[in-house]
């Protein structure tokens, strides 16, 4: 069996949210804030974070910020 190294690293660490974003992204995965999707969709962000905490679009919450993958918000706008 190998083993596995995990650095536990306090927040001061990394050099803001883009830090903590690529740390989310397994695969390559886009992330996209709130804020973003806000900026190229027509609805504010209270309804973006809504419609995540309900589930309907799926997304992950980072401390207080609510992040959404590019493939889930297509799979979320096509219906599927």
């Excluded at 027509?42 to 992950?60: C, D, E, F, T």
């Amino acid at each position: 069996m190998s083993k596995i190294k995990i650095k536990l690293i306090t927040l001061k660490e990394y050099n803001g949210k883009e830090s903590i974003k690529s740390l989310l992204m397994p695969n390559d995965e886009e992330l996209l804030s709130v804020k973003e999707l806000v900026e190229w969709l027509p609805w504010k962000a209270a309804n973006v974070r809504r419609l995540i905490r309900s589930g309907k679009i799926k997304g992950r919450k980072v401390y207080t910020e609510w992040y959404v993958s590019r493939e889930d918000l297509y799979r979320f706008l096509s219906g599927k």
